[in-house]
């Protein structure tokens, strides 16, 4: 946990997932939708041993335009082929401490 602007906490959160070949656009997906409604920010995609550094924000868009940028922002740092790459990776999210307990 870190101090966050206004003196509010916020909470980083690596959520490691793993893809094969093509399959990376759902596992993003299954994640930007169990983050809706909790004020995140996604703030970098780790695929494979690079960081693709990010700044979205999850509510702001449907969870389908969210992977979209994920993926267009993952291709133009890694190359086109970035979504056949097999293996572990993560999200790394960053949200303010309490806002998913706030919307319950």
């Known amino acids: 946990m870190s101090a966050g602007t206004g003196g509010q906490a916020t909470l980083v959160q690596d959520m490691g997932f793993r893809a094969c070949c093509g399959k990376l656009r759902w596992e993003l ?58 293996g572990g990776g993560s999200l790394i999210v960053e949200r303010r401490a309490g806002a998913a307990a706030q919307r319950r």
């Open 29 to 86: 997906l299954e994640i930007v939708e169990g983050l809706a409604g909790q004020d995140a920010r996604l703030k970098a995609l780790r695929w494979g041993t690079r960081e693709v550094p990010l700044d979205v924000s999850v509510d702001a868009r449907p969870p389908e335009e969210v992977v979209e940028t994920i993926l267009v922002e993952a291709a133009r740092f890694l190359g086109a082929s970035s979504s056949c790459f097999t």
